[in-house]
């Protein structure tokens, strides 16, 4: 018996991972608040539902890629789980960059009604998920995780990291305040260069070909670089609410993490500004503001 999986969340990556899953020929629902996103999807044979509730009426696994914490217990809440008769047991599937506690609170309320919980937060841009070029980090069932294993395949790299879910969350957290390090050193050391007269090019051609050859300072340094902020790979509104998550789980874990709350001031500065829509790059430009650049 094939499954019913429903994807929920048409933003700028859950669409194309929805789209990846159909062009590897899979069936797959879409449903997103703005019914509008899942047309294209409709042309690639996706079942489009009218509501949440049509969506997940006879689903067996749900595929969520939502903004925050709130947007995630909406989605597959207590009330619906309960509903569910214990003969249709449910697979959740988390791709949303969540709060540790979240996960561990859901995982324990899908695990006493008869249900699984799947956390695989990722790693990438929207043209990644685009290419199939993700890197998921998945944790939860063992059997949950080889029943959806099919749907993760098109979107990219899979890195397990065991049988409890949020230690998915914990490594996404840890990952992004990494990236949101390297922006900030980045934009610090941008300014210190361009601030003395010297050529911001050829420091970065340097330093990418020499010390710091990473993707990743590749692509950020060319961002911050060219100041090119307007189209948002990832929000900077998502940034600052992925750096109060990782405040939270340090303080939960007893973790000193100082350097996090350097990154907390800068983008409470830059909402300040009403950056919240332009790249997370942009904090960039509080290290040229700073350094008296315009």
Not at 4 to 23: E, N, P, Q
Not at 173 to 192: D, K, P, Q, R, V
Not at 212 to 220: E, K, Q, T
Not at 252 to 257: G, K, L, Q, V, Y
Request: aromatic share 8%.
């Amino acid at each position: 018996m094939s499954l019913k999986v429903v994807f929920v969340g048409m933003g700028m990556m859950g669409s194309r991972m929805a789209a990846r899953i159909l062009d590897a020929g899979l069936r797959l629902t879409v449903y997103s608040r703005d019914s509008s996103k899942c047309a294209p999807l409709a042309e690639k044979g996706a079942l489009v539902a009218g509501s949440l509730e049509e969506a997940l009426l006879e689903a067996d696994v749900v595929l969520t890629m939502v903004s925050d914490d709130g947007a995630l217990k909406s989605v597959v809440s207590e009330e619906f789980l309960k509903s569910r008769p214990s003969s249709q047991p449910l697979i959740n599937v988390s791709f949303s960059t969540v709060s540790v506690d979240l996960v561990r609170s859901l995982t324990a309320m899908h695990v006493s009604l008869g249900h699984d919980l799947v956390s695989c937060p990722v790693f990438g841009r929207p043209a990644d998920a685009q290419n199939g070029a993700l890197n998921l980090c998945l944790a939860g069932p063992l059997r949950a995780k080889e029943t959806v294993a099919p749907y993760l395949a098109p979107l990219g790299k899979v890195w397990d990291f065991g049988n409890f879910a949020a230690d998915a969350n914990v490594v996404k957290l840890a990952g992004n305040f990494m990236i949101a390090s390297l922006i900030e050193t980045l934009s610090e050391a941008f300014a210190l260069v361009e601030n003395n007269d010297a050529d911001p090019a050829a420091f970065f051609e340097l330093m990418t070909n020499t010390l710091f050859g990473a993707p990743a300072v590749r692509a950020y340094g060319k961002l911050i670089m060219d100041a090119d902020f307007a189209e948002a790979g990832f929000l900077t509104s998502l940034g600052a609410k992925d750096c109060n998550l990782v405040k939270k789980a340090a303080r939960i874990s007893h973790t000193p993490m100082p350097f996090a709350s350097v990154l907390e001031d800068r983008f409470v500065r830059a909402l300040a500004k009403g950056w919240g829509g332009r790249d997370w790059t942009v904090i960039s430009q509080l290290s040229r503001e700073d350094a008296s650049m315009r």
